[in-house]
């Protein structure tokens, strides 16, 4: 639970946000989950606490290619204290392979967000090198992709360029950490803002199976879409059921669930190193 204090400013379909300060947010992730878009009436035990944690672990670990907001991880394990930005009104998109609504912009167009792609590729193919994808953010529905003279019209073209360096090199060191741990991290989506001294400062979260498509390599197969790493159960349960994916979403089976933290614990652990049960401990040993 936040401070008595604090007061709420905002929702995300399975986050909280708080006012601490003048200075300082309080993000809180819930055990929610959702799926073709609609959140579940059923959580998933500790599901806030993976996700947080791995935010933290990826903070800590790219502060020297772009700073970010994180100001201390609470002991409940699934709240953060943030620095509070001016947030840049895009959502920064980095794409490792073709899937989700890149592969769709690219059987239209060949093309996803101004970028030329080779002819013949495949769903799921990895992409000759990671593409910047801007969006606008969506107050509801989805985010719309935009083109980067777009989003240089809503940010400036000079700090947009900052933005997609930071935003590529964030993606390239975090898919390469995952990489080597048996994850590809597909795409991710990150988000930035701008301190008081008008730096550049990475918030949100960061390289979360919520922020982004995490695969298992070892089922990795182009050609078709990819299992999801975590959320695989819970579809294939959704699938079976016949759910036209119109609200309200089905209430989960205890061994959906079951698998389906498990599955996020397992993420947590191959990503940070660290075993869970110490996470749950003591949070802040995926800062160090
Ligand atoms: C901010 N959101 C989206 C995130 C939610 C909603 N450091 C910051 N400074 C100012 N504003 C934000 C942040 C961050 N992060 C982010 N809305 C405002 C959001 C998490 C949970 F409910």
Redesign the pocket.
Known sequence: MPDATAVHV???KV???FELDAER?L?VASDRISTFDVVLPTEIPDKGRVLTGLSGFWFARTRSIVPN?LLALRPDGRSTE????K?LPIECVVRGYLAGSGWKDYLASGMTSGHGLPAGMRESDRLPEPIFAPSTKATEGHDENITRAQAADLVGAALLARVERAAVELYLFASEHAAARGIILADTKL?F?LDERGELVL??EAFTPDSSRFWPADEYEPGRAQPSFDKQYVRDYCESLGWDKVPPGPPLPDDVVAGTRARYVEAFERLTGTAFDLYLESPSVVLA
């Open positions: 905002g929702s995300g986050r909280e946000i947010l993000l907001h943030v620095r509070r930005l947030m988000e803002g918030a949100d």
